[in-house]
């Protein structure tokens, strides 16, 4: 039996598919079970991080766990619970996902979110993996509201490049890592194979779509008012300000070769993420005329 934290999550819930489709015993985690829509045959258990009670039941009789913490300020302390429930319950494996750039001084406090997360499997005496992913090529879905309105897309990086990875490569090495101790002791760095500015995405995206797409650049200086007057909640403002930055000045041009190792096969880009996506952005396609930036 394998438990997937996050279940419900972008990463959490494709895993479920991927081990689902092969058969293998999956328990899903979720707060709410009885709203959560999961393949036949998969058990579903309530986990809420709020309750570190749900925490034990969830771990009996697994194997191997999927931990996914919440990141943040004010909540690090979450992965160290599970691994405890997890040393409890006798599991042997886990894998934690944390996120590109964890440790690096140079991301001041968001780069530390996941640094008691990741310390506390290391110290686990269990087998573990750590996953280290790029951002996601479906960020790029926050794109379909001002597109669909004939809007231009914002720009929060300048000319900072990063390899955006594709998520389902991110679940297949999370699958992989579950099932096998060949990735015990291992932190991969989960990259896309090209690096991308948000223009380049943007141009990628245009073809995909057949239709333009126009790019408004938000200044460094502005960044803040313009999350701010999107309603995002000051925490992840001051948050994102850094990690911004930090792609601004180059800092996340890394191009890793972990996914080809794990999988045997190269990551997906964000030119095949897009075209396997492209029925989401269908509003796009039907939207009003493209309005200047």
Same mark, same amino acid.
């Given at each position: ?7 419900? @999550? ?15 015993? /999956? ?8 709203? !959560?829509? $999961?393949?036949? +045959?998969?058990?579903? /258990? ?15 009789? /697994? !194997?191997?766990?999927?931990?996914? +913490? ?22 042997? %494996?886990?894998?934690?996902? &944390? ?9 001041? /406090?968001? +780069? ?25 090529? &479906? *960020? ?7 597109? #669909? ?5 914002? *720009? ?23 099932? &096998? *101790? ?15 500015? +948000?223009?380049?995405?943007? !141009? ?9 797409? !126009? ?10 008012? $313009? ?12 948050? #994102?300000?850094? @990690?911004? &930055? ?5 800092? *996340? ?24 996506? %492209? ?13 200047? #930036?």
């Amino acid at each position: 039996m394998i438990l997937i934290t996050g279940a419900t @999550g972008t990463i959490g819930s494709d895993i479920v598919r991927q081990l689902a489709a092969e058969g293998v015993a /999956v328990r899903a985690a979720t707060r709410d079970p009885e709203q !959560a829509g $999961f393949p036949a +045959g998969v058990e579903v /258990v309530r986990v809420d991080y709020r309750d570190p009670a749900t925490f034990g039941p969830a771990m009996a009789g /697994v !194997a191997a766990a999927f931990l996914v +913490g919440i990141p943040g300020p004010d909540s690090t302390g979450t992965d160290a619970e599970l691994v405890a429930a997890a040393r409890k319950a006798g599991v042997r %494996r886990v894998v934690k996902l &944390s996120a590109v750039g964890t440790g690096d001084p140079r991301l001041g /406090v968001p +780069g530390s979110w996941h640094v008691p997360g990741e310390q506390a499997v290391r110290d686990s005496g269990l087998e573990w993996t750590i996953l280290r992913p790029n951002t996601f090529a &479906s *960020n790029t879905f926050s794109w379909i509201e001002p597109l #669909s309105n004939g809007h231009p897309v914002p *720009n929060l990086t300048g000319d900072g490049r990063q390899a955006v990875v594709d998520p389902r490569d991110v679940s297949a090495v999370a699958a992989a890592a579950l099932r &096998s *101790n060949d990735h015990h002791g291992r932190i991969y760095t989960l990259t896309g194979p090209d690096l991308h500015t +948000g223009r380049d995405q943007a !141009a990628v995206l245009a073809r995909v779509l057949d239709r333009p797409i !126009a790019v408004t650049d938000i200044a460094e200086a502005d960044a803040r008012a $313009f999350m701010v007057a999107a309603g995002l909640p000051p925490a992840f403002v001051e948050g #994102s300000l850094i @990690g911004q &930055s930090f792609i601004r000045g180059g800092h *996340n041009e890394l191009v890793t070769d972990d996914i080809e190792r794990v999988l045997g096969r190269p990551p997906r880009g964000y030119a095949a993420w897009a075209a396997d996506h %492209r029925a989401a952005f269908a509003p796009v396609v039907a939207g009003g005329a493209l309005k200047p #930036s």
